[in-house]
């Protein structure tokens, strides 16, 4: 199969996905307890100020006819307005996105390389004592939640040792003011995805030095940096691109947890506040635009995937 050809049919599957995401969405906002128009109407709500409300938001006409509307709108770019500061939604997210980008494109910056090296490292010393100790350490951190990590590392290292800020509170959103405030999220972020990562590193160059090829790379003299790099490591890839994209959407849900627990003001804050005031149009539009972003991650990745290893079955 050619690479254009492929890419068309993940293409028209991503649609599918993004179009069955939101159609779930809709359908689980709409079966959340409570009502939007009595949280708007406040402590001491007004039965007529509820209907009014109910009939201003369009809550009084059937669910059918307000899902195709809704689907409608979100397909010319329009995912509504909030429900407690009616601000449009898309105004919101693009407000809230900084921290929450600035984050995730970090730790994508920082992850490649430290995970590679750390998968080289091991794979090189494979079955040595540098090889069983990574490992030890890598399984260990893997065992440990997000949240725990991240409240211990306040803990130490935020109110005890008093090294890095233990949150985000007064910087007003611009992280990079303060760039010791990014060092703690990142660390709890990179902690994980590092391990996973490095491990499939070392798997596969493990296996691609036992190759064929790498024989005969090897009995043509060329130099053990350029075996290890040029012929093993592109080799080994393929399967780590893919955990790569896995771990971007991992890092979607992460990023959450990290911006509750350093007080972030991202797009997981704001998913956390639209659901505590049950603001349906802004939790519908966060995960409409996390499962575009989780969609077109794996398209990339697929597709890089494919043009690494064209000859292997990849996922369809």
Do not use: K
């Amino acid at each position: 199969m050619s690479l254009p050809r492929y890419a068309g049919r993940r293409l028209l599957l991503g649609l599918a996905q993004v179009a069955g995401v939101a159609t779930v969405v809709f359908v689980l906002t709409e079966a959340l307890p409570g009502d939007a128009a009595v949280v708007i109407a406040g402590d001491q709500p007004d039965p007529d100020r509820i209907a009014a409300i109910r009939a201003q938001l369009e809550l009084d006409r059937p669910v059918w006819q307000r899902y195709l509307d809704w689907l409608a709108d979100v397909l010319r770019g329009d995912l509504g307005v909030s429900l407690v500061s009616g601000r449009p939604v898309v105004d919101v997210l693009t407000g809230n996105a900084g921290p929450t980008v600035l984050l995730a494109v970090a730790t994508l910056l920082l992850l490649v390389p430290m995970a590679v090296g750390v998968g080289m490292l091991a794979a090189r010393r494979a079955g040595g004592r540098l090889d069983r100790g990574l490992s030890a350490v890598v399984v260990g951190l893997y065992a440990v939640p997000e949240f725990a990590l991240a409240i211990l590392l306040v803990a130490l290292f935020g109110v005890h040792l008093g090294w890095f800020p233990p949150t985000a509170v007064g910087t007003g959103g611009n992280l990079l003011a303060q760039p010791a405030v990014l060092v703690l999220p990142l660390v709890v972020l990179l902690a994980r995805p590092i391990c996973s990562l490095s491990r499939l590193t070392r798997a596969g160059l493990i296996e691609a030095a036992g190759s064929a090829y790498m024989a005969h790379a090897r009995r043509l003299g060329l130099p053990r940096p350029r075996l290890w790099l040029g012929h093993a490591l592109p080799n080994a890839l393929a399967p780590v691109v893919q955990q790569l994209a896995r771990t971007t959407d991992w890092l979607l849900g992460g990023v959450i947890v990290v911006e509750a627990v350093f007080v972030i003001p991202g797009l997981g804050t704001a998913l956390v506040d639209a659901v505590t005031t049950r603001d349906v149009p802004t939790i519908q539009g966060l995960c409409v635009l996390i499962a575009v972003v989780t969609v077109v991650v794996n398209l990339v990745a697929d597709l890089v995937a494919f043009r690494l290893a064209p000859r292997t079955q990849v996922a369809r």
